[in-house]
């Protein structure tokens, strides 16, 4: 998790140790703008609910919301793809991602509202 430009770990339990380190660790992803420990938790949650090889594939997950949708969740992709999905149906519409991705040669922003959308950058 970033906090002041330093980092912490946050377990799939949802605890978030208190030791800070410079640069984050480890092949999870760094969670940012989180503006509570208990919407962290649940995006933690959500999170471990992935298969190893899709965690594998996530470098950074935002807290985002917006009026329209106030558990937006950005996640930055390690393969240059972005992805946007709420926060309760993450793990859900994440099960979609890999075919999404393959499908596509460019890199581009898939979202997920009620349906699935790619668009190329």
Known sequence: MASKGQYQVALESGVISKETRQQPSGNYPVYDKFNSQQTLH????????????????????????????????????????EVYASLSTFAKKMAYYPSIAE????????EFGSWGVFVSL
Not at 49 to 65: H, M, R, T
Not at 72 to 79: E, T
Not at 103 to 110: D, I, P, S
């Open 42 to 81: 649940k995006m933690i949650v959500q999170f471990s609910q992935l298969p190893d090889d899709l965690k594998g594939g996530i470098s950074e997950i935002q807290y985002l919301p917006t009026k329209s949708n106030p558990e937006r969740i950005h996640a930055f992709m390690n393969d240059g793809n």
């Open 103 to 110: 499908k596509n040669e460019n890199k581009g922003r898939c």
